[in-house]
């Protein structure tokens, strides 16, 4: 059974409709990039898939032993978030809270796990400093360290690379490109339609039309020639 089954969804909000009869898997190893149009529903099925909203209809199916509290997700910052006054290993440890239950504390391997996984995001060394006080392209390490912590096979990820100096953006898309090589599933919604014909495995995009495909059929057809097409004019 794949990971995860989205399975005749709808979604929307407030009696208007986003996305109708939506179905799409995700298998062990795919990276699979949302592109799209503004307004298309693509946050709000990243929050359907996460149990935070529920569907209009239709269903999210997880594989057997895998729940949404056991997804890691990297939500788009607000710049209150940016601003938080708390250490960099009590965000990364926070990742835990999903599993924490009633329990008011972290148990020694969640400790050791957030460790490590400060250690593989390259910010270990800052684990004392202040959130707020690191650049940017820190602070999305720090944040990705954390839902790491929460991820046992599935990551999402809201415009990762959204306000990050060039710099910053590819080292983002290398760590992340490094987790899925590892195993990790992807769900990546991006607005950089070069990265995601870069990236990705699967294209899953959201509009007037609807598609779902690997990145080579994605490019074939004429929605996704159509949308690379445009968004390539609008640079």
């Not at 708390?86 to 835990?96: D, K, L, M, Q, T």
């Amino acid at each position: 059974m794949a990971l995860l089954t989205v399975q005749d969804l709808t979604l929307g909000y407030e009696g208007r409709t986003l996305v109708s009869h939506l179905n799409f898997s995700l298998e062990e190893g795919d990276y699979l990039c949302i592109v799209g149009e503004n307004g298309s529903g693509k946050s709000t099925l990243m929050r359907t898939i996460l149990g935070l909203q529920p569907p209009v209809s239709g269903q999210v199916l997880f594989r057997e032993g895998l729940k949404s509290s056991h997804v890691g997700y990297l939500p788009q910052q607000t710049p209150i978030q940016r601003d938080f006054p708390a250490s960099v290993e009590e965000i990364v440890r926070s990742g835990f809270q999903g599993r924490c239950g009633l329990r008011p504390f972290y148990d020694r391997e969640e400790k050791a796990m957030a460790r490590e996984n400060m250690e593989r995001m390259g910010v270990l060394d800052l684990r004392d400093r202040c959130y707020r006080e690191l650049s940017g392209g820190q602070q999305q390490r720090v944040l990705l360290a954390r839902a790491l912590c929460a991820a046992r096979k599935v990551l999402l990820l809201d415009e990762p690379v959204s306000g990050l100096d060039p710099k910053a953006t590819g080292e983002m898309y290398d760590l992340l490109e490094g987790l899925n090589r590892e195993g990790l599933a992807l769900i990546m919604i991006s607005h950089d339609i070069g990265a995601a014909l870069t990236y990705a495995s699967h294209i899953l995009h959201l509009g007037q039309q609807v598609f779902f495909g690997t990145r080579e059929a994605y490019q074939n057809s004429a929605v996704g020639r159509r949308f690379v097409e445009r968004e390539g004019d609008s640079l």
